[in-house]
């Protein structure tokens, strides 16, 4: 952490079987740190180093834990609450096949980035960013993402974002359920340049937006999708999505989630090939880390958690009875992302 003297860097174990700090080392007078451990317990176990700067915590990479030193470095950044200019990398759409009560549930993932040297906060009631939400949308739910679900409000047909944004690229989920008369849908390109791709579960339903072709369908545990995709799209344009009058009844369940984050990072692996080259690592650094594994940022949320209970003086029984409640949904969802993990070699 190059430029940053007296700094606190936290050492973190998350896994199934146990998770907390394991150690901390203060940065020297050049940023540098040292920390030793020993790598134990559950083979799965992920390995990180945080810092907190100006009230916002930063994360490593995972460590790898196959080799006896390993070298890393943490990125941080400083605060503004000005305009700061937050851009859609890429906007994904999915639409599920109309269910048993005519309503039909769509999963829209976005990639913020900022392309800034400074991490973006908000300022009282004023978002870090915001998006509109289509009228008659019901049963709003935050999804998995780079965001904590508690950052994120929903309110005059809005979802707002208050999470801090430091440079690089953030992925954002949340789902909700459209009627029959919700259709066609129309959603709003927010910037120009982003990538858009729509997934559509029903075999006639279409999407329309400019320069947004088909391209070969995606099949996923027996769900096939009909896939729209388009690198670049205008700043102001609308992705309309029609369904047909008839449509096949679909089991609900969250594989769409799954879905949504296979084509986060799709885009991810576009946005790494072309994006400009990162500056170098320092205090005012601009550079975005590689997109993390759905592991990893269970594991970040994790260790957040933790260190906002740690830091808060004076914690009532209702807020602890909350921390370890959202723990334990974090520490499941660890589990089985890391089992999906295994199985996929």
């Given amino acids: 952490m190059r430029g940053v003297e007296g ?113 973006r906060v908000a300022s009282g009631d004023i978002p870090v960013w915001s998006t509109t939400l289509p009228d008659g949308a019901s049963d709003i739910r935050i999804g998995q993402g780079d965001l904590s679900e508690d950052a994120i409000r929903i309110d005059s047909g809005r979802v707002r974002v208050y999470a801090p944004l430091a440079p690089g690229i953030k992925q954002l989920s949340y789902a909700y359920r459209m009627g029959a008369d919700g259709f066609p849908l129309g959603r709003p390109v927010e910037s120009r340049g982003a990538l858009l791709e729509v997934l559509l579960e029903e075999p006639n339903a279409v999407a329309t937006a400019p320069g947004l ?47 949504a984050v296979i084509a986060g990072a799709m885009a991810f692996l576009f946005l790494r090939v072309t994006r400009r080259a990162p500056q170098r690592l320092a205090r005012r650094s601009s550079g975005a880390p590689p997109a993390p594994r759905a592991a990893e940022r269970l594991a970040h949320e994790i260790a957040e958690l933790d260190a ?38």
């Fill in 7 to 119: 700094t606190w860097v936290v050492l973190h174990r998350v896994a199934v079987d146990r998770s907390g700090p394991l150690d901390s080392v203060r940065t020297g007078r050049d940023g540098r740190f040292t920390v030793r451990y020993t790598p134990g317990g559950n083979e799965d176990a992920i390995y990180f180093v945080s810092a907190t700067h100006d009230g916002i915590a930063y994360f490593s990479p995972p460590l790898d834990t196959a080799h006896a030193v390993e070298e890393t470095e943490l990125a941080v950044f400083d605060t503004t609450s000005a305009p700061v200019p937050i851009h859609v990398r890429g906007h994904h759409i999915v639409v599920t096949a109309r269910e048993t009560d005519g309503r039909r549930e769509v999963v829209e993932v976005f990639e913020l980035a900022n392309d800034s040297s400074v991490t």
């Fill in 213 to 259: 072709a088909r391209v070969d369908p995606v099949t996923v545990e027996s769900r096939t999708f009909n896939r729209f995709l388009a690198q670049e799209m205008p700043g102001g344009a609308v992705v309309r999505i029609e369904m047909p009058r008839s449509a096949l009844v679909s089991r609900r369940g969250w594989m769409v989630a799954v879905i």
């Fill in 308 to 345: 906002r209970m740690e830091s808060t003086p004076a914690v009532s029984e209702q807020d602890r009875a909350a921390y370890a409640q959202r723990r334990a949904l974090l520490k499941s969802a660890l589990a089985t992302a890391l089992d999906e993990e295994r199985r996929q070699g």
